[in-house]
C-alpha cells in the first residue's frame, strides 16, 4: 500500500458518508471531506499531523497572503496530487529489507518479534500481561490490523513515542507530547481545518528541494543508530521537515496476505499485520528541537534545554489558557510556533467573524505507562499584535489570581479537615480541579470582555478586574463550604473549621496577587 496513493485515510464527507481516501482528496471541493473518522482518538490527532506534514513538506506557501488565497481556495486536487506524488516512493508501507519502507528501519532484517498490539501506546506491556495486571484494557484484544490501521498505529507510535525501556528511543517532543492545533469553529472543510496548522516559508519549513532526501525522510537511509558506538541527532544536523517526520523507533512490519478482519476498525482486507520486529537504539534525539505543533516550556535564562509540554494529571483547563494560546510568562509556557505565526501574521487576514479554537491533545505518560488521554479545545481570539500584547498582560493578572486562589484553597481546607495537616499525605488536587471548574464559565467571559476592552483602550480593566476578584471571592466560600462543612457533626471541629475559613479570607484579602484586583476602598459620602 502507498499512503500517497491509495485510498487508506478514514474520513467524512459534506454529506456525512463516511469512506477512505487518498492525501490529495482533501482538496476535492466537490461533496468535500469535513472530517477525519478514525478508529481511535490518539489516530486521529496522528492523522492530522500526517496530512499537515505532508502539506508542509510539499506545498508550503511562500508567504501569508498565499496561504490566505489557498485557505479560501484550495488547490486543484490533480495539482495536490501531483505534489504529493512526488514523495510517493517514500511512502510505500510494505518493502523488501534494503528498500524504503514508511517510517521503517531499511536494514533491520533481526530483531525482537512483537504482536501488532505493542504498536499501541496504551497496550499493556509484557511484564504486566505477565503478572496479570492488565486490569483496565486487557491483553489479547487487538490481534491483527488492516493496512489502514497499522499505517496509522505505526505514524501514532512514531511521533508521540514514550520511553521504551532501554533504548528504545522516546519521539523527538519527548515521550507523550501535547499536540495543539487551529480548528475552526464551525461548518468547515477538512481543508481548511488542516491549512490553518500550515506556516509560510519564512518560517524556515520551505518545501523540500530534494524531495527524496533522507534529512527529511530518515527511513530512505540507514538508521542513525543510538548505541555505545553510534550518535545523537541534533536539530541543525538534519533538515527541519524532519520533525514531522521523526522515527526513533526501529520497527519492520511483517505483512501477511490472506482475509484480514481488523481488531480496530472491523473492516475486512486481503492482507494484514499481526507481528513486527523492533530493536533498541533508534535515532536518539537530542538538542533544542522546537516541533511547530507543540507549546514549549522555555527558560528564561538558556540555560535549560525547551521543554515540551506533555498530556497532565487532571487535563487542561482555563489556566493553561495563556501557555497554549499567547504566552505564560509565570512558568515560562508558550505557544506552539504554528499558533503564534497564526497571531502574528495570518489572524488579520481571516474574517473575524469565524470563531477559531484550539484543539489541545496527548497522552498523560508516566515513563512506559499511558495513564490516560486527553482532549480539550479552547477558545482562539482574533487579536492584532498589539492587542495580543495588552489581552496577554491582562489575562496574566487574572490566571494569577485564579492559582493564587487555588492554592489557598487547597491549603485552607486541609487545615479544615485536619489536626496536624502538615503530617497527612495525599493527592487532593481534586480541589484546584473543583475551584477551576466553578470560574471557567467567568474566565471566559472576562477573557471576551478583555478582548473588546483592548480594541480601544490601554488602560488596566479594573472594573473588569474587580469583577473577577469577586468571582474567585464567590467560588471559594461556595467550595470551602462545600468541602470543609460536608462531614457528619460528630466527625467535624466546627471551631477548627471556622478558624480555617476565616484564615483563608485574610490571606486572599492581603495576598499580593490578589491585591492588584481588589476594589479599592470608596470614601464614604459626607452626609448633611
Known sequence: MNLIEDPWIPAIRADGRQCRIAP?????????????????????????????????????????????????????ADKLASAFGAFAPAFELFSEVGKPAFLQDLTLQEGEAKGIAGLLIDAPGGKTVKDNLDFFIKSGQVEQLCPSCAAQALFTLQTNAPSGGVGHRVGLRGGGPLTTLLKPAGASTLWQKLWLNVLDS??????????????????????????????????????????????PRRIRLEKQPGFCQCSLCGGETESSVSHFITRNYGTNYDGAWLHPLTPYRIDPKKEQLPLSLKGQKGGLNYRHWLGLVLRDDENGDQAAKVVRDFQATKSALLDAAQPLQLWCFGYDMDNMKARCWYEHTLPVMQLGASQAELVQQWAQVLVNCARESAQLLRQHIKQAWYRRPKDVGGDITFIDA???????????KALAALARHSQNDTSPPQALYEGWFHTLKRALETQFDQSALNATPEAMDLKRVMAARAALFKNFHSSKQIKQIKPAKRPLKETA
Open 202 to 247: 519564512s518560517n524556515g519549513l520551505q518545501s523540500a528541494n530534494t524531495v527524496l532526501s533522507a534529512d527529511i525522510f530518515s527511513w530512505l537511509a540507514p538508521t542513525r543508530v543510538s548505541d555505545k558506538t553510534g550518535q545523537a541527532t541534533f536539530p541543525e544536523e538534519v533538515a527541519p521537515l524532519q520533525m514531522y517526520w521523526g522515527m
Open 434 to 444: 473543583a475551584f477551576y471548574q466553578a470560574t471557567t464559565g467567568d474566565f471566559y
Open 24 to 76: 490529495w482528496q482533501i482538496a476535492e471541493t466537490d461533496n468535500p471531506v469535513v472530517e477525519l473518522a478514525a478508529p481511535r482518538a490518539d489516530f486521529q490527532g496522528a492523522l492530522y499531523q500526517f496530512l499537515i506534514g505532508l502539506l508542509q513538506t510539499a506545498t508550503a506557501p511562500e508567504d501569508s497572503e498565499q496561504w490566505s488565497d489557498l485557505y479560501h481556495e484550495p488547490p486543484l
